[in-house]
């Protein structure tokens, strides 16, 4: 498995999909482990998978003011229960420290909250699921 992520990343190097330095920074063991969990099952099993995908969300401050929210959504997929986000992350945690694991997950739970707004109002369906996928803990937290 290790071996066809970093077939994968050299594919996408020769396309230009990826640069050198992004392609030295890919981890074959995170990504062939994700696909290996539950999570990363399911999601191979999906109807439709989005991935990488902008937006723009008007975010009101009040009833006259408010903000433009950008970003890049990492990942949803459709399957028979709904939409289900994933939200990829590199950060650091030890093995085994939950409490590390929960306090991480926590810091990203606007950011989530944000991508699921996103995503209903672009669909017009309800996310039914979110996920932050810890790739160095090989962990999926459901927000």
């Known amino acids: ?4 992520v970093k077939e994968q990343v050299r594919k996408m190097t020769e396309d230009g999909r990826l640069s050198g330095e992004e392609a030295k920074a890919v981890n074959p063991g995170w990504i062939s482990r994700f ?7 399911r999601m191979l099993q999906a109807q439709k998978i989005y991935r990488e995908q902008e937006f723009l969300l008007w975010q009101p401050h ?11 959504i990492d990942c949803f997929f459709e399957d028979g229960d709904g939409l289900v986000l994933i939200d990829y992350k590199t950060d650091y945690i030890p ?3 939950e409490e590390a694991l929960q306090a991480k997950a926590e810091h990203y739970r606007r950011q989530l909250g944000i991508y699921r707004q996103a995503i209903e109002e672009a669909c017009g369906i309800p996310v039914s699921e979110c996920y932050l996928y810890f790739l160095s803990a090989g962990k999926a937290v459901r927000l």
């Open 62 to 72: 009040d009833e006259e003011t408010g903000s433009i929210v950008q970003g890049i």
């Open 1 to 4: 498995e290790e071996d066809d």
């Open 95 to 97: 093995a085994g420290d």
């Open 35 to 41: 696909f290996r969990s539950d999570l990363g099952r």
